[in-house]
């Protein structure tokens, strides 16, 4: 297990982890429909207790503040060594990604695009969970009313879910 794995069992309320390894594949290209491209991380527990990976859940986080870092890590190996998938994805014009970073312009299309790509890989389950904080959780609300019946659940925390009101 990771130490920010160890650390974050210690402070936060989780279940021990079930997969003591995790294999990380970095800057995976996700097309957008403009032809845009958005880098992300896949993030897998190694032991996944006689299940195929494509029947392991996929947690995804749309992010405008890195897939590295104490973010990345946060989501990443905790979560994996919990036995979930997880994609960071980089916003768009952030980490790597193409284009400009316009803040909340372009989350729907590229949330939806990203889900639709995320169902075309060979290791994706068909249950995703949307997660994440403050901006992350904005990435969420932008899809809500038009995500497809993959997404089971949706974890924003720390954010609004009526921005426009709160400026």
Do not use: C
Not at 102 to 129: K, P, Y
Not at 148 to 165: D, F, G, N, Q, Y
């Amino acid at each position: 297990m990771t130490a920010i794995g160890r650390l974050a069992e210690r402070m936060a309320p989780l279940p021990p982890a079930t997969s003591r390894r995790v294999h990380v594949e970095r800057g995976l290209k996700i097309p957008m429909d403009d032809g845009a491209t958005l880098v992300a991380d896949h993030w897998a527990p190694r032991d996944t207790g006689g299940r195929s990976l494509s029947e392991v859940p996929v947690v995804v986080v749309r992010t405008a503040y890195g897939r590295g870092g104490p973010l990345g890590w946060l989501y990443g190996p905790v979560l994996a060594e919990r036995g979930l998938q997880v994609l960071m994805v980089s916003a768009r014009g952030t980490f790597g990604s193409d284009g400009e970073f316009l803040a909340m312009r372009n989350e729907r299309a590229d949330g939806l695009a990203t889900l639709r790509w995320l169902a075309d890989q060979s290791w994706s389950s068909g249950r995703v969970i949307l997660a994440g904080s403050s901006y992350f959780g904005y990435t969420q609300w932008a899809i809500a009313d038009a995500a497809p019946p993959e997404v089971k659940a949706m974890v924003p925390h720390i954010t609004s879910s009526r921005l426009a009101l709160s400026l």
